[in-house]
């Protein structure tokens, strides 16, 4: 039997009846299998599939049961019980009481929650295999067997197969982990409401409050960072955007000989890895480092110059090493696309009469930017988030008394965040931070779906 | 003039000649005047003292009069070979006149001619040597129709390389320390390296290596194996609840990664796999079907005709997945391997949150980032120099090597 005809089945089946349908047109069995998960397959000819359901219903329920109802309950309060010091009369000294641990209280909420939708995505599934089961008994089809179920889970069905392990694996560390995050922004698990001493309890939008708008350090901290976060992903993106598109196409013009020499030189420093490179060059910025003792020794300044130091110095020096990091990569990626201009449109631009920049600017600056444009957007977002090129070179350096605490001058909202869960453990502001970069993201990221016909029509390819 | 020469393109000679001939002039305009004392070069090179830099000089002298009487003899008599060799004298010139920037302060200081020497000291004659020498060069290679990017590309090459130079250089450097007042190292020696590897180090710096090598080898594994799965169901297949999986997995991706390393840490501690190795490999492998873009991209490539001939003929998905995509895939594959290989070298965030003060587990980029501390540095910086080179050396081998596929699989991503 081929696909094709398959899904021409599956297609006339489903037209029948939808969720609500399915009950209330169904037979008895179909309408017990919204209590009892795959009732309608067992009486269907799919008595193994049924059972399985069947199986993973009582598991789940007997997991609400022993746990997870509790466990969601606590999610409302997130703990009442504080740590104490209790005076134990019979052995004589105080004792320490263990309280509700709220960090634990939320993360386990979360993942009981995670475990009911995952129960909810069965059930929902249960019912329409059970629904299409009977439909294809009734309308005289052979109903698939359960050896033969799995023998499809190679081919019709080898998304179930394939996809199990990236989705466990993405629910466990990395979907959990984010919504509890995410909750966490709506708390005030900061430096004074640590577990286990003390409880945090749920305070709605106070963080985005503080952050964006009041007028203490936190916004004060906020602003300036973001608009240095701007200003570093625009020229960092932008600078090796253009310069890497310069070295590629001197590298590519004809009169080069040894192009595959010229482009391992520089593909070096991007081999090497970012942090090596990135720790390197700051020790050699350093006001003791080998550029300030060079500049010295072959006469062009006098003194050390600040370049990590002084505020300045250190956004140029960020920028500038960045550029170093960066164009190679360009370079890379531009020097396919060169290839793929056509030569004819050089010629007859040559023949009118066209010189290098009028080509560049009417001809191959167009194509590029045409073709890069999702590239480029990516690229800005990535800078905007580019926490090594930040870290490793200055760690937010230099710092200022007028930023909330740790905060620098070169900080990055990423590096920001990176310290406040790390240095002060202040969560509920980190995740804050969090979702506002989402936000950014997000926007840009819209912008490229509008703009780019690739994400649109994915199928232009094939 | 109304000269042809095949080869050579003459209408930019007299250009050529009027820069090499004021060239040759600024030789004997000043050189350097500071403290009420002016010299020409010549004048430098008369009262020089005993240094080797006064090469540079010595060249830059020899080199301008040189080319300055080739372009006159070429003027008369132009040959094809005899223009090519006034390129290269030209181009010793120009190089010659830019090392004077960064060695005119030792060589007039050891002449006795300045105390303490400061290159905003340099006489127009130099500044205008210097602009004549490049556009001599410039207007020469016109003249023989080589490409002026060349020189872009030696100085930019330069540039380029001098941190990776001065990396190395440290790594061999005999006298230990951070600070040091001079380029070239008074003494060379292994050690530095041998000591990263002693049993009298308290640096457990093979353990590292190892440490990263194994992270390093299950991840290519693992991590390529998910990828290319949910690359090929993604870009092959279709199913309800595709589009709106690909939608989830990219608003996962808008949020910074390390934003939960918290919380996976506390996942990680409940499943009791904190503080291991296995914990890298499985947090890496939990998240890399994230990274699916750039192979979907290039399976979407693949024309659809070829699964349909395959299911005709009676074949699987599953087969059409190793018998047709994969042998397909050879560059992308590379692309992944030597992204997730590259990936466990550098990766510091979460290792470090990780292993804590557990010295024994770290990866080489959690144990370098230690070493670098500032409290550190001096005690450990050629060390660090040494542990660089180590790490950085393999991967710099392995990537020269594949480039190929790398910007196979780049450029592959971004078409249209």
Redesign the interface.
Known sequence: M??QANSVIDKEIYKGRNFVTIFTKGDIFSKLSYIFCGLANIKNGQAVKGSIFLVLEILYLVFMKAKGLRLIADLMTLGTKTQSMVFNESVGIYETVQGDNS??IL?FGVVSVIVSAVFLAMWLFSIYSGERARARRELGKHVPGFIEDVRNL???N??FS??T??????L???????I??ILMAFTNYDSEHQPPGNLFDWVGLENFKTLLSSSDRLSATFWPVLGWTFIWGISATFSCYFGGMI?AM??N????KLKKF????????????????L??????L?E?G?FN??LQ??????GALPFLTNTMWARVSVIVVNF?IGV?VTM??V???LM?IPNELYESAKIDGAGPVTIFRKITFPYMLF??T??LIANL?GNF?N??AIY?LTAGAPNSLDYFKGAGKTDLL?TW??KL??DSND?NL??TI??I??VI??IF?LITFSRS??MKN?E??? | MKKTVIGLNLDHYVRALVGALILFVCILLPYASADGKTVSMLQALAARGNSYVDIILFGAVISAALSAVLGVVMFFKTTVGGVKLWQAVQAFSTAFFTLL??????ILETAGLYGN???KNLGFGYWIGLIAAYFTLITVMRVT???R??I??VI??V???F??L??VITSLRAEQG??????IPRGLTLKNYANLFSNQSVLPFGRWWLNTFIVAMCGCVFNTM?VL??A??LSR?R?SG?KA?MNV????G???G???????Y??LKGIGLNQSLLALI??G??????GYHVTK?FF??I??ALDEAA??DGA???QI?SKITLPLSKSIIVYIVLGGF?GA??D??FPS?LFGDKQSSYTV?VG??WM?DFRR?DTY?TQ??AG?VL??LP??I???WL?RF???G??G????
């Open positions: 081929s696909g960090m634990l993360l190679a081919d019709k080898i998304h394939f996809l392990i990236p989705v466990i694996g993405l466990t560390f990395t979907v959990t982990p984010l509890y995050m070295l001197i590298i013009s004809k009169g080069i010229w482009r391992t030189i520089f593909v070096i420093t991007y081999a090497i890895p970012g942090f090596i490179s720790r390197f060059v700051a020790t050699m350093g003791r080998i003792v060079l020794k072959w006469g062009f300044t006098e170093w190679p890379l990626m020097s396919g696309i793929n073709v890069t999702p590239y977002i988030n926490f090594n490793f990423v965040l990176y869960t790390r969560y980190a995740s969090g979702i970069i989402f993201s997000a990221t016909g690739s994915e232009g390819f094939q | 920037l960064f060695s005119s302060k030792k020497f400061l290159n129709r080589t490409d990017g060349y872009i590309l930019l090459s540039i380029w390389l941190p990776v001065w990396i951070y600070y040091v007042g001079y380029f998910i799965m949910t090929f169901i297949t199913f595709r999986f997995l990219m608003i996962i808008m949020f910074p390390f934003m939960s390393l918290i919380a996976v506390n996942i499985v947090v492998a939990a998240g890399a079907a994230m991209g979407d490539t024309p659809r299911i005709i699987s998905r599953a997945f590259l070298w550098s510091y965030i949150m980029a370098l980032f670098t540095i910086y660090f120099a660089a790490v950085a991967i710099v392995l990537f020269v480039q790398y910007v196979e780049l450029s991503a971004v078409k249209g």
